[in-house]
């Protein structure tokens, strides 16, 4: 079974506009990371938050947690048509050792 | 890029047959783990091995096995091949089993089961 859950499963914006997609957990956390992957290749991690923050910047990318609903969101703004790919959340075991992706938001930006 | 080299590229068996994927992890990184990414799904977490030991496994039949090697190089086996088998098999090396670490993935391994 997914930790994650992410929210909308697919979604189509034009260049330049805001993106923004929603993980949820299940279980407690220490930490939360998304990452992304082009078109059926390696995941490339984007930001890990840890569970006493809040929100968290790099770049063009806003990633809020909120640890009460177990939720996250992944805000990508001003977005170009390289920002195109699969992102997904993912959690670790309280182990460390397993790391457990949701089932990933394809996201496609149209020039 | 990630400095995760993984071969082959792609590959092509039928039922019931055994494959070997095979992985190099990123310089001083001493933990691998691999995942089965099914089309259209989030991968799935197969095992992790951190200092040549198995060190966690996900919900897989024994019949996926791995190896990690004093180089930290790693290999999943896969044997009795079944068609649910075919994904995109991908290794991830990192730092140490903390789980505070970035996983840094390499590009995969599309195996196909006819």
């Known amino acids: 079974s997914q930790q994650g859950e992410e929210d909308p499963q697919a979604l189509s914006i034009q260049e330049g506009e805001n993106a923004t997609m929603n993980c949820s957990y299940k279980?407690?956390?220490?930490?939360l990371q998304w990452y992304r992957q082009n078109s059926g290749r390696g995941l490339v991690h984007l930001i890990l938050?840890?569970?006493?923050?809040r929100e968290k910047h790099s770049g063009r990318l806003r990633v809020t947690l909120d640890t009460s609903k177990k939720s996250s969101s992944l805000l990508i703004t001003a977005s170009r048509a390289a920002d195109t790919a699969s992102y997904f959340c993912?959690?670790?075991?309280?182990?460390?050792?397993?790391?457990?992706f949701g089932g990933g938001t394809r996201l496609m930006v149209k020039p | 890029e990630t400095g995760v080299t993984q071969s082959p590229t792609h590959l092509i068996k039928t039922r019931g047959q055994q494959v070997t994927l095979r992985c190099s992890s990123q310089?001083?990184?001493?933990?691998v783990s691999w995942y089965q990414q099914a089309l259209g799904q989030g991968p799935q977490f197969i095992f992790q091995?951190?200092?040549?030991?198995?060190?966690g496994r996900g919900n897989f039949p024994p019949r996926f096995s791995g190896l990690q090697f004093p180089n930290y190089s790693s290999e999943l086996n896969v044997n009795a091949l079944e068609l649910d088998d075919s994904a995109l098999y991908l290794c991830?090396?990192?730092?140490?089993?903390?789980?505070?670490?970035?996983?840094?993935f390499g590009p995969g391994t599309r195996l196909t089961v006819l």
């Open positions: 938050i840890r569970s006493n923050e």
């Open positions: 091995y951190y200092r040549e030991e198995e060190n």
């Open positions: 993912a959690t670790y075991n309280n182990a460390g050792n397993m790391l457990t």
């Open positions: 310089s001083g990184h001493n933990t």
């Open positions: 991830a090396s990192s730092y140490s089993t903390s789980g505070e670490d970035t996983q840094y």
């Open positions: 279980t407690s956390i220490n930490n």
